[in-house]
C-alpha cells in the first residue's frame, strides 16, 4: 500500500506519494515545476515541463527517460496522471 502526502515548497503544494517496494517518495514534476516558477496555472506548467521534456530528450539527456506517471489525487479529488 502506498500513502500520499502533500508537502509545501514557497508555500506551493507538492504532492507526493511514497513507493513501499522502492522506500523512497515519488514527488510530482508539475507541482515542482510550478513552486519553482511560482505558477499556480496548471496548463502552463504542464506546457512548460512538455517543452522542457522535449529540449532535453533531444539533447540526449537521460533524466527524461527516468521520469513515470503516477496516479495522484488533484485539487478536485479526481485521480489524474501526474510525471514524477
Known amino acids: 500500500m502506498s500513502?500520499?502526502?502533500?508537502?509545501?515548497?514557497k508555500?506551493?503544494?507538492?504532492r507526493a506519494i511514497w513507493d513501499e517496494e522502492h522506500s523512497k517518495w515519488?514527488?510530482?514534476?508539475l507541482d515542482i515545476v510550478g513552486a519553482i516558477?511560482?505558477?499556480?496555472?496548471?496548463?502552463?506548467?504542464?506546457?512548460?515541463?512538455k517543452y522542457?521534456?522535449?529540449?532535453?530528450?533531444?539533447?540526449n539527456n537521460e533524466l527524461v527517460s527516468d521520469t513515470t506517471q503516477l496516479k495522484l489525487t488533484?485539487?478536485?479529488?479526481?485521480?489524474?496522471l501526474h510525471s514524477a
Do not use: G
Open 3 to 9: 500513502k500520499q502526502s502533500i508537502r509545501f515548497y
Open 11 to 14: 508555500d506551493y503544494e507538492v
Open 26 to 29: 515519488w514527488f510530482s514534476v
Open 37 to 49: 516558477n511560482e505558477q499556480e496555472d496548471y496548463q502552463k506548467n504542464r506546457n512548460y515541463w
Open 52 to 59: 522542457l521534456k522535449a529540449k532535453l530528450k533531444k539533447e
Open 74 to 80: 488533484a485539487s478536485d479529488e479526481k485521480k489524474l
